[in-house]
């Protein structure tokens, strides 16, 4: 009878599951009667319009039925209509609805979702709160618009920034929910990564997700230049602890008690106690303050007056903790340190992230197995380690094959960096191209677009689809594009600060025409934008004694290629000829005001045949005659192609130093000055191995060892790999150095190094794309038989250094 009794109350159970279930489903399955009743009721809904079910689409549907008891908490009612059985005008079209589900909001049409989007319970959960709570939840991209929102908050509420790695997480649906029940007491705000993380102090190479909390309601308006101070959650983003958190963001620094931990108010956060001595209580506040700070965001901390009789805790305890959950037992604790109370917490934090710790352990091994010889390049390797750093290029405009013509037309000047995914400087540049993009928004900046371009992506337009620039074929590339001109390549550092420079320069117009004295006079002394006045200028002007003609042309075509690197502006008429009078020149002519010179005489370009002659020259007369050789400047320096006459110097540790270095470089200007004809095989500089310190192991590796400072050296000789170091004993004067070029010269000086030739090897075989394309000619097995047969060639020559020596 047992059995039989037990029997049939597992079966009234099971019938009871089932019906259950067929009444969840018939609730989650709708008539086009319901969608219009509801939807003239102004209801709040969630719908999918099924046609034909696939496996991807039955485990959508799943998905979504399971999130419609979640999603009616939120005043949300979600379900299905079954398009084969139903017809609902505008939606029951499989063209439109097939492959999207659709918010309804206020009687209409509010937002649709790609399925791709929203394919589990978090996914939906998260994408239709954050669609709900567009208005409050704000999304930033930079922290200029973060800084906008701190003032804008500043003496009237509270800020929750969360970072979460992507979108459609179990992390999104935790910030979500939790802004949908605080969103009227704190302002929330989204970010998925970028510039912002760096503010915040964040390694963004860290994939896992964070949320701050900014103390902006107690801050004063009048104090506009300062960040609200935050506080970061240490532990993991799940709606549990960020309640948790936000509990203890509204709780007071310190709370004080005059009843035993246990019989304090339990409020679902962790909480740590501290015992008060009547004859040190004021010592015991400044210690519960001080450890108050380090536990911020981790726990409560509640100071207990020993004074009052309710407090029964033996004295041998000074410390008492109690976790979370609402179960938690008080534990009690003799500690030397406080600190340890710290630990604790941090140990639970620990406990907590197990999983990510083993991730990390994997990723470890993944790094060590890819770095075993396979990531031989330092800029690859960097890459490889912010590999999960997710780059918010949404903060740039974007810019398709389409939209190109369009898009360009909107601004004075679209930056565009085309880019390839796979290329390891392409990477590292695009988060300083975001840099960029972030100062000019900072700066308020208006007439300049920044844009990228994945050429993975877009390949049509990379090669060059429209006629404004030719094919990309070099990555990353920059170009400077202006409606109905042809492009300007970028071909400076590939740094953030100087491509701003280099934007900022060009924003201006070129030439500019120059009508007063004054405008002379403010074009030779100002710098036209408060952000560049830091910036060395140097400057360009055109005397014409008419405002037409070749020469003029030339000029404006010349100047137009130099936008970026120089200020240029140009004279006509009466007043061309005035200045022209007064400097001793004889227009028409060009006047070039290096940077680095302190006189106000110009060096004068007075004839040119062509504009591409003009260029060259205006460069040869910016060149410093001993210019300091430096990262950014190297690629200029080396573009001459001359034997290097290099002066290495030290640190300076005082006035005397100082001043002894100036006197060397002046003594190495008057080598370049005076030494004539001679000179021109050279090209001289000097390098500060203070500024500069990757210059020491170029210094190491000329001589084997590094000399006492300074050192002058002479290398890269049309004679071969010799490297020649001028006597460390010997004063470095003018006339001295000359001599001593001269007996290098005449084979006179024994060499005190040699350099190498080295060969980058690929890394494996199966990368050898050189090889295999010899391989490929059919000279190259007529080569290989030659050698065989004995022609008196080297056989251990390689082939490809003559094949490919353009290379």
């Not at 969840?24 to 319901?34: K, P």
């Not at 003594?667 to 004539?676: K, T, Y």
Request: charged share 25%; glycine share 4%.
């Amino acid at each position: 009878m047992m059995w039989l009794y037990s029997a049939v109350l597992l079966l009234w159970a099971k019938s009871a599951e089932c019906a259950e279930q067929a009444n969840t489903s018939n609730l989650f399955e709708w008539t086009a009667v319901d969608f219009y009743d509801k939807l003239h009721a102004g209801k709040l809904m969630f719908l999918y319009f099924e046609h034909e079910v696939s496996p991807t689409i039955s485990l959508f549907l799943l998905e979504l039925e399971k999130s419609s008891e979640i999603l009616k908490d939120y005043g949300v009612l979600v379900g299905k209509i079954n398009c084969n059985k139903e017809t609902v005008s505008s939606y029951c079209i499989k063209e439109r609805s097939a492959n999207t589900a659709f918010l309804f909001r206020s009687g209409r049409e509010f937002l649709s979702f790609n399925l791709d989007t929203i394919f589990d319970i978090n996914s939906i959960v998260s994408e239709v709160l954050f669609a709900i709570l567009r208005d409050e939840v704000q999304y930033v991209h930079t922290d200029a618009d973060l800084l906008a929102l701190e003032k804008r908050a500043r003496g009237k509420m509270d800020l929750v920034l969360g970072h979460v790695s992507s979108l459609g997480t179990q992390e999104h649906r935790s910030l979500m929910e939790t802004a949908y029940v605080y969103g009227s007491t704190y302002k929330f705000i989204l970010i998925t990564g970028g510039p912002v993380l760096r503010h915040l102090g964040v390694d963004e190479s860290s994939p896992s997700s964070k949320v701050w909390f900014l103390h902006c309601r107690l801050q004063l308006k009048s104090k506009t230049n300062e960040r609200c101070p935050l506080t970061l959650m240490r532990k993991h983003l799940t709606t549990l602890n960020l309640h948790s958190f936000l509990q203890l963001m509204e709780a007071p620094l310190v709370s004080e008690a005059d009843v035993d931990p246990s019989s304090v108010p339990h409020k679902q956060a962790p909480q740590v106690f501290l015992f008060s001595h009547p004859a040190t209580e004021q010592l015991d506040l400044a210690t519960a303050t001080a450890l108050a700070w380090k536990l911020r965001g981790l726990a409560a901390l509640v100071l207990v007056h020993r004074r009052s009789p309710a407090v029964k805790t033996p004295v041998d305890y000074n410390v008492a903790y109690r976790l979370a959950e609402m179960k938690s037992e008080v534990k009690y604790l003799t500690l030397q340190n406080l600190d340890e109370v710290v630990n604790i917490f941090l140990h639970q934090e620990n406990d907590d992230g197990d999983d990510d710790d083993d991730e990390e352990e994997m990723d470890e091994n993944i790094k060590d197995d890819v770095s075993e010889g396979e990531l031989d390049d330092e800029i690859a390797e960097a890459v490889y380690k912010s590999r999960a750093d997710l780059l918010d290029v949404e903060a740039l405009t974007s810019l398709t094959s389409d939209n190109y013509h369009a898009t360009v037309a909107q601004s004075d000047l679209t930056v565009v960096l085309f880019y390839v995914k796979w290329n390891a400087v392409s990477m590292d540049f695009l988060s300083s191209f975001l840099e960029v993009a972030e100062k000019l928004t900072e700066w308020e900046i208006k007439d300049v677009q920044m844009s990228a371009v994945d050429c993975g992506e877009w390949t049509d337009l990379c090669a060059g689809l429209t006629d404004t620039f030719q094919p990309v074929t070099a990555f990353p590339t920059v170009l400077l594009l202006r409606p109905e001109e042809a492009a300007q390549e970028y071909r400076g550092m590939l740094g953030s600060e100087a491509l701003l420079r280099f934007i900022m320069l060009s924003r201006l117009v070129t030439p500019r025409q120059l009508s007063t004295t004054e405008d002379v006079a403010s074009f030779l002394e100002v710098v036209p934008h408060a952000e560049v006045a830091s910036y060395d200028v140097d400057r360009v002007l055109g005397l014409f004694p008419t405002n037409t003609g070749a020469s003029l042309k030339e000029f404006s075509a010349a100047m137009k290629s130099l936008r970026g690197k120089v200020l240029s502006g140009s004279l006509t008429d009466e007043l061309a000829l005035q200045w022209a009078a007064g400097h001793s020149v004889e227009p028409p002519a060009v006047a070039v005001f290096p940077s680095w010179q302190t006189d106000t005489h110009p060096s004068v370009i007075s004839a040119w045949s062509s504009a591409e002659e003009l260029v060259s020259r205006v460069n040869m007369a910016l060149r410093h005659p001993m210019p300091e050789v430096t990262v950014e400047s190297l690629p200029s320096f080396l573009e001459e192609d001359k034997a290097l006459l290099l002066l290495f110097v030290g640190d300076e540790e005082d006035d005397v130093g100082r001043r002894q270095n100036t006197a060397l470089v002046g003594e190495m200007r008057l080598v370049a000055e005076s030494g004539g004809a001679r000179m021109q095989r050279y090209a001289a500089g000097w390098i500060h191995l203070g500024h500069t310190p990757a210059a020491m192991s170029v210094l190491g590796s000329y001589l084997g060892s590094m000399p006492l400072l300074p050192a002058l050296i002479l290398t890269r000789l049309t004679s071969g790999s010799e490297v020649y170091q001028y006597p460390p004993n010997a004063p470095i004067l003018a006339h001295s150095v000359l001599q001593w070029l001269r007996r290098v010269e005449e084979g006179r000086e024994p060499p005190a190094g040699s350099l190498e030739e080295e060969r980058w090897r690929p890394a494996s075989d199966f990368l050898d794309f050189l090889k295999i394309m010899d391989e490929e000619d059919p000279d190259f097995a007529r080569q290989q038989v030659s050698r065989e047969d004995g022609d008196g060639s080297d056989s251990s020559a390689d082939p490809r250094t003559h094949i490919h020596s353009e290379l």
